[in-house]
């Protein structure tokens, strides 16, 4: 079965500060991994993915993904938070064989305090 | 994303009432979704569809049914609507080009309240 952790619901952070959401999965065989943000009153934005090759996925907005394999995670980083940055993060995978579904986790809330 | 559009935005129902969302998208993408997004649950998939004579069940498909009416279209129907189908919708669309690694993009969704 594929299924995704993301272990805190809540993340604050200050502003400037480099921010992490982190993200665990489970999945036969290797993964391909998403992270979706979501803002009040809006549908879900791609932000990245990774399919292969650098373990290292740059993103939209700055932001940024590291693939684990041995730690089975693909967490979620900035160097630099912005307020703008406020949001509700999801992480998502997909094996590479079997149904096409995206498995979503449930969600982390980052507030980045001013 | 624009290009996903989602009619209503927002819907108030009784129990028992029929109710259509609808899903139009000019991405030209083959393949289009319904998701519900609850609370401390994250995303579940609802129904999908490859092309316009494929339809297939997602995690949640009871209480539920699709019609894919044209490439550009999607609806997700609720026969006959309970209070615990209420929650935000989502439709989102693939361009299928990729197989696995198709990254879905999404409407900006319909919240939806069974009273």
């Known amino acids: 079965a594929q299924s995704v952790a993301q272990p805190e619901d809540q993340v604050n952070v200050a502003e400037g500060n480099p921010l992490t959401v982190k993200c665990t999965y489970s999945?036969?065989?290797?993964?391909?991994l998403f992270w979706y943000v979501q803002y009040p009153n809006r549908g879900l934005q791609f932000l990245l993915k990774?399919?292969?090759?650098?373990?290292l996925v740059k993103g939209s907005y700055g932001f940024e993904a590291e693939f684990n394999k041995s730690q089975t995670s693909f967490h979620l980083k900035k160097p630099s938070a912005l307020v703008s940055d406020s949001a509700l993060y999801f992480c998502a995978v997909r094996g590479r064989t079997g149904a096409n579904n995206l498995f979503f986790g449930t969600g982390t809330r980052l507030t980045v305090i001013p | 994303d624009a290009d996903v559009t989602q009619t209503p935005r927002n819907r108030i129902t009784k129990t028992g009432k029929r109710i259509m969302l609808e899903c139009s998208q000019t991405k030209g993408h083959d393949r289009m979704y319904w998701y519900r997004q609850d609370p401390g649950l994250g995303l579940r998939l609802i129904y999908y569809?490859?092309?316009?004579?494929?339809?297939n069940k997602g995690e949640i498909s009871d209480g539920y049914s699709v019609s894919r009416q044209a490439q550009a279209k999607f609806s997700l129907s609720l026969e006959s609507a309970i209070p615990n189908q209420t929650a935000l919708y989502f439709c989102a669309t693939s361009d299928g080009a990729g197989g696995h690694t198709d990254t879905q993009y999404f409407g900006p969704g319909t919240r939806l309240t069974v009273l």
């Open positions: 569809s490859f092309d316009v004579k494929d339809i």
């Open positions: 990774y399919i292969t090759g650098d373990n």
């Open positions: 999945v036969s065989g290797n993964p391909y």
